[in-house]
């Protein structure tokens, strides 16, 4: 499974990007989008946002669920008391166009019973929402540093790193 994580300001900004793929179950953390789709994953974010802004309002959670599917592309939203929102699209493996892609039938038993076999399952919300906690956590941090302005651009290595040990951690 293939995963495209970003950070959405409340001016619609993006403040930061990560792309990575799944390390459960003999997975290299490599991400397996295609180059057309690689272009487009941020396209598909952003175009989620109008689903995010009318669903926020009918909602009490910060975690939103899946709430938009592009495709073979399923788009999970967590919101901040800030109204920042974290947007992760996950694109599930053996399906669509990314078997056809691969000459096939490129899934096994293995990967069925994977996280990432069914986006929807109640075992991948969680994973997901677990996920999206720990990055909150650490968002909370590098925000409070008293060197990041609101709807700043976040660079921090550290955070990236710690992005990514989350993504291993639950996804």
């Not at 793929?21 to 109008?50: C, M, V, W, Y």
């Not at 975690?63 to 974290?86: R, V």
């Not at 038993?109 to 929402?129: L, M």
């Amino acid at each position: 499974m293939s995963y495209y994580f970003a950070i959405i300001g409340t001016q619609d900004n993006p403040l930061f990007e990560y792309e990575f793929g799944t390390s459960k179950q003999g997975g290299d953390g490599q991400p397996r989008f295609s180059e057309q789709a690689r272009h487009l994953n941020q396209f598909i974010l952003h175009s989620s946002l109008d689903i995010v802004e009318e669903v926020q309002w009918t909602s009490n959670q910060l975690y939103l669920k899946a709430i938009d599917k592009f495709f073979n592309n399923y788009i999970s939203c967590f919101l901040t008391a800030g109204n920042t929102k974290f947007l992760l699209l996950h694109q599930p493996t053996g399906g669509g166009a990314a078997a056809a892609a691969a000459g096939g039938n490129s899934s096994s038993t293995r990967s069925s019973t994977s996280i990432g076999a069914n986006p929807t399952s109640a075992a991948t919300e969680e994973a997901v929402k677990n996920f999206m906690g720990e990055v909150y956590e650490n968002y909370v941090k590098a925000t409070m540093s008293p060197f990041y302005k609101v709807n700043m651009e976040i660079k921090s290595p550290v955070f990236r790193a710690r992005v990514a040990a989350a993504g291993r951690k639950y996804l």
